[in-house]
T-cell receptor, first 112, second 115 residues
Framework: SQKIEQNSEALNIQEGKTATLTCNYT??????LQWYRQDPGRGPVFLLL?????KEKRKERLKVTFDTTLKQSLFHITASQPADSATYLC???????????FGTGTQLKVEL | GAGVSQSPSNKVTEKGKDVELRCDPI?????LYWYRQRLGQGLEFLIY????????KSGLPSDRFSAERTGESVSTLTIQRTQQEDSAVYLC?????????????FGPGTRLLVL
């Protein structure tokens, strides 16, 4: 069956460290993968998109990698700050058309 | 202009009642999506609209769920004869064009509680 898996346990890190979140998928062949941030009580906010022919994408303190062989994307936040605390969701385009299938998200907590 | 707006922000209803949830997309966005997010879970695709094309309803969980969209503006998601398992946050998103790489902009969601 098709699955998108993100670590369901919260990730706690110290301010200034690099946070690394994982998104693994099975039985999909996505053309691209997106990462979103979701704060409590709010809708997701788009962060980054990476295409299948791209290995890495950067935006300010964010970096995303995409390994279509391992079927895995890693999401890195460098020099993390308490304001980075949120739930981070990965999403794949699936089934044709423009339907995004989301993972369950990983909660990140950056502590002082 | 303004982002995607949804109303009501919260809705409490009794089992068996019908509810209507409203979404106002960003002006000019031709694509509109509805998702459901149960507590502690990821987003579940429900339906999307693109311009005047027939909507993709493949994610609707049962025939109690329906949605309409007027042109390229407001959309209404209707849940008939609500059940407790319908309790969730219903999120609406819109995007500028119907394209793979187009960013989806989400509203704040409507929190539905069925008692």
């Amino acid at each position: 069956s098709q699955k998108i898996e993100q670590n369901s346990e919260a990730l706690n890190i110290q301010e200034g460290k690099t946070a690394t979140l994982t998104c693994n998928y099975t039985n999909y062949s996505p053309a691209y993968l997106q990462w979103y941030r979701q704060d409590p009580g709010r809708g997701p906010v788009f962060l980054l998109l990476i295409r299948e022919n791209e290995k890495e994408k950067r935006k300010e303190r964010l970096k995303v990698t995409f390994d279509t062989t391992l079927k895995q994307s890693l999401f890195h936040i460098t020099a993390s700050q308490p304001a980075d605390s949120a739930t981070y969701l990965c999403a794949l385009l699936t089934g044709g058309g423009n339907k995004l299938t989301f993972g369950t998200g990983t909660q990140l907590k950056v502590e002082l | 202009g303004a982002g995607v707006s949804q109303s009501p922000s919260n809705k409490v209803t009794e089992k068996g009642k019908d509810v209507e949830l409203r979404c106002d997309p960003i002006s000019g966005h031709t694509a509109l999506y509805w998702y459901r997010q149960r507590l502690g879970q990821g987003l579940e695709f429900l339906i999307y609209f693109q311009g005047n094309s027939a909507p993709d309803k493949s994610g609707l969980p049962s025939d109690r769920f329906s949605a309409e969209r007027t042109g390229e503006s407001v959309s209404t998601l209707t849940i008939q004869r609500t059940q407790q398992e319908d309790s969730a946050v219903y999120l609406c998103a819109s995007s500028l064009v119907f394209a793979e790489q187009e960013t989806q902009y989400f509203g704040p969601g409507t929190r539905l509680l069925v008692l």
